[in-house]
């Protein structure tokens, strides 16, 4: 088995992704199960179960908000709030510390001009 095959594999059951980033188990692991079992084995079941609770919970949750304007799982009325209780004097010395950043950053990585060392020529005397 090849590892394009296994990769359409793991994109078709994004479930096995988050096993590997709770820490249960690790790609190489995953990979050696398809290399020796392939893709229709009932070893892969307990990793499946846990993709269909999860499709489970995202189309009761996505039944629950019905009728919300959403921007990925936050609501309008979310942002509004979140924005209003934001303060502004802590915005602003954020901005004005990442400004003296940028400013620092270039004037390190601006080349300017010094003054170069000059040799004076071969058959000239110190006192022409």
């Known amino acids: 088995m090849s590892k394009e095959t296994f990769k359409r594999f793991v994109r078709s059951h994004p ?6 980033n709770s820490g249960e188990t690790n790609w190489q692991k995953l ?8 893709e229709n084995n009932s070893i892969w079941n307990p990793y499946f179960q846990r993709e269909n609770t999860l499709v ?15 921007i990925g799982d936050t609501s309008l009325k979310e942002i509004f709030n ?9 915005v602003k010395k954020g901005v004005d510390g990442l400004q003296k950043a940028v400013l620092l950053l270039q004037d390190f990585t ?6 170069q060392y000059q ?7 110190l006192e022409d």
């Open 82 to 90: 979140m924005i209003k209780s934001m303060d502004l004097d802590t």
């Open 15 to 20: 479930s096995l992704v988050a096993h590997v």
């Open 56 to 70: 489970e919970e995202r189309i009761s949750s996505s039944s629950s908000r019905v009728g919300q304007t959403t």
């Open 31 to 38: 990979y050696e199960m398809y290399d020796l079992y392939g």
């Open 119 to 125: 040799a004076r020529p071969l058959y000239k005397h």
């Open 110 to 115: 601006t080349s300017k001009k010094q003054d």
